[in-house]
Structure formats: structure tokens, C-alpha cells
């Protein structure tokens, strides 16, 4: 399975580390690329990082899945470029898995993708969302195509819950037991 990751500057920082090392943890390969026209973002806590690649060297149909970390640079910087309207609808458009977390399902939600899915959102952000049922209460939810999760909290189940999405809940708890340094 091949993952694509999209960032801008203010990414919340545990959102992108901790679900990504949950899949690279299950041997997954995630390309990091950046939507800022250089390869350094820089996180809500202001750590500088090094991505992978700008958005325009990206093949999207080399990918299997999308993940949009959230954080201010959701809301902030991702909302107001174009170019990630477009990845979003490649990604929607040819029936592949979109998952975010925290604001950054609200991306996918204001396109309308919603409409008759289950969906959570950091709260506040379901009012800009075309739409969906709003489960406010859920930490992760799966829907479809689509994987949200609510918030920073749950980022390692969100890795856990793509696991599951490709590979079954045996192999997502084998990987969970793992990670809590379970055999």
C-alpha cells in the first residue's frame, strides 16, 4: 500500500508524526509532499522538516491512499490552495481512501464528499462541512472511502484504522499489541 501525505506550514505536529510511524511501523509506503512550493514545512510548534517532495512531482496515480494532518495549517494555509481541492477530488474521484484528522476533514467535507457518509471533525469545524452525519462523539470514524478522526488524541488509531481499511482488524490489532509492546 502507498500512501500520499499533503502538508502545509502549521501541521499539527503529533497528527503527521504519529499516525505516519504507526504505517511506516507496518512497513507502509508514505510519500510526504509538500503544498508551500519548497520542501521545508514548518509545524504548529515551529520544528522545521523536511518533506519528500513539492506537490507538483507527484504522480497521484501512483497512490493508493491520501492523509491530511490538520492543525492551524488546515484552516489556514491548505483551505486557500487550489491545488489541494484538486487532490482531494483525484483521490475521491477515482474511488481511493481520503482519510484526515482534526480540522482537516472539514477539506473534504466543504467539497460536499460528505453527503451520506459518517464523518467527525474537531469540533467547530463541522460547520463548514456539505452535508455528512457529524459524529461528534466518535474518535475515529470510517465511512466509505473516507477515514476521519477527531483530533490530535487519536492519531495512532487513525494509522491503526488504515491498517484495518487494508489489511483486516486481525492484522491492525497484531500491529496494535505490538505498539503497546505486546508480542
Not at 491545488?83 to 482531494?88: A, L, N, Y
Not at 490530535?152 to 492484522?171: D, N, P, T, V
Amino acid at each position: 500500500m502507498k500512501g500520499l501525505v499533503i502538508v502545509g506550514d502549521l501541521f499539527e505536529d503529533t497528527e503527521l508524526i504519529g499516525t505516519i510511524d504507526v504505517l511506516l511501523r507496518h512497513n507502509e509506503s508514505i510519500t510526504i509532499a509538500s503544498m508551500m512550493k519548497r520542501k521545508e514545512v514548518i509545524s504548529k510548534c515551529g520544528i522545521k522538516m523536511n518533506v519528500d517532495a513539492l506537490i507538483e512531482e507527484i504522480n497521484l496515480q501512483d497512490y493508493d491512499f491520501l492523509f491530511i494532518p490538520g492543525g492551524p495549517g488546515s484552516f489556514k494555509i491548505l483551505a486557500n490552495i487550489k491545488e489541494v481541492d484538486d487532490v482531494i477530488d483525484y483521490f475521491v474521484n477515482h474511488n481511493k481512501l481520503v482519510t484526515a484528522i482534526c480540522a482537516a476533514p472539514m477539506l473534504i467535507g466543504r467539497r460536499g464528499y460528505f453527503k451520506g457518509q459518517n464523518y467527525t471533525v474537531h469540533p467547530g469545524f463541522e460547520q463548514n462541512i456539505v452535508g455528512g452525519n457529524y459524529l461528534r462523539d466518535q474518535g475515529v470514524v470510517v465511512s466509505n472511502k473516507f477515514i476521519t478522526a477527531k483530533s490530535m488524541y487519536y492519531s495512532i488509531e487513525l494509522g491503526l484504522k488504515i491498517i484495518e481499511y487494508y489489511y483486516g482488524q486481525k492484522e491492525s490489532e497484531k500491529l496494535r499489541l505490538s505498539l503497546q509492546g505486546e508480542k
